[in-house]
C-alpha cells in the first residue's frame, strides 16, 4: 500500500516567518493530496487540498506544491501566526484509500 | 447539520472486554471511514466503507469489525479488547464521486484499555 513520509516531525518558527513541511509518497497512482491541522485536543480539519492534474494551489497565506515526478508535496504558510501553531498532517490518496504521514508539530513564538 | 458524531468520548475497557464505537453522519456522505491515531504515528486507517452494504481493510484492520448497513451510520466493533489497542479513534466522512475528497472528521474517542 502507498507510504507517506512526512519532515520534520517538529519545527518552530519566529512569529511572522514562513514554514515549510515537506511530504513524500510512494505509489505514483497517488491522486489526490490533503492537509490537515490538528489543534491539540481536536478533530483533524482540511486547510488545502490538491489533486494530481495541478501543480500548486494557494489560499491566502497557505500554498501547496506537488511534484509527480518526484513524488513529493509540500505545505507553505507564510507570514505565521501564534494561532498556525498546531500538528499539521499531510495524506496521500489512492481512490477509497488513504494515508496519513506521522505529523508536524509547528510551534510559532511570538 | 451536526456533520460526525462520535459515541462515546471517553471509554475504559478491560482487557477482553468488546464494545462498539458509534459514528453517524448527517451529510449524506457516501464514504465514511475509521482511524486510529496514536503518538508519532500520525492516522492509520482501520476500515473504510465507500456505501452501504460496502466494507473494505485498510491499514490496520486485526482486531476490528465493522458494517454498514445505513449511508449514516458506521459502527466500529472492537471484538476482544487489547491493550494495543488504546488510542483515539476517528471516523470520518465525505462525499466521493469515484474519487476521495476532503474528509469531515468526528470529534474522536479517546479509548483506554487495561
Known amino acids: 500500500g502507498e507510504n507517506v513520509e512526512q519532515h520534520p516531525s517538529t519545527l518552530s518558527v519566529q512569529e511572522g516567518d514562513s514554514a515549510v513541511i515537506k511530504c513524500t509518497y510512494s505509489?505514483?497512482?497517488?491522486?489526490?493530496f490533503p492537509w490537515y491541522k490538528q489543534e491539540l485536543g481536536k478533530r483533524p480539519q482540511l486547510i488545502i487540498d490538491?489533486?494530481?492534474?495541478?501543480g500548486e494551489k494557494k489560499d491566502q497565506r497557505i500554498a501547496v506544491t506537488l511534484n509527480k515526478t518526484a513524488k513529493h508535496f509540500s505545505l507553505h504558510i507564510t507570514e505565521t501566526q501564534p494561532e498556525d501553531s498546531a500538528v499539521y498532517f499531510c495524506?496521500?490518496?489512492?481512490?477509497?484509500?488513504?494515508?496519513f504521514g506521522a505529523g508536524t508539530r509547528l510551534t510559532v513564538k511570538p | 447539520n451536526a456533520g460526525v458524531t462520535q459515541t462515546p468520548k471517553f471509554q475504559v475497557l478491560k482487557t477482553g472486554q468488546s464494545m462498539t464505537l458509534q459514528c453517524a453522519q448527517d451529510?449524506?456522505?457516501?464514504?465514511m471511514s475509521w482511524y486510529r491515531q496514536d503518538p508519532g504515528m500520525g492516522l492509520r486507517l482501520i476500515h473504510y466503507?465507500?456505501?452501504?452494504?460496502?466494507?473494505d481493510q485498510g491499514e490496520v484492520p486485526n482486531g476490528y469489525n465493522v458494517s454498514r448497513s445505513t449511508t449514516e451510520d458506521f459502527p466500529l466493533r472492537l471484538l476482544s479488547a487489547a491493550p494495543s489497542q488504546t488510542s483515539v479513534y476517528f471516523c470520518?466522512?465525505?462525499?466521493?464521486?469515484?474519487?476521495?475528497?476532503?474528509?469531515?472528521f468526528g470529534s474522536g474517542t479517546r479509548l483506554t484499555v487495561v
Open positions: 470520518a466522512s465525505s462525499y466521493s464521486e469515484g474519487t476521495i475528497n476532503g474528509y469531515t
Open positions: 505509489d505514483s497512482a497517488s491522486n489526490y
Open positions: 490538491i489533486r494530481s492534474n495541478v
Open positions: 495524506a496521500a490518496s489512492i481512490g477509497n484509500d488513504m494515508r
Open positions: 451529510m449524506n456522505h457516501e464514504y
Open positions: 466503507s465507500v456505501g452501504a452494504g460496502i466494507t
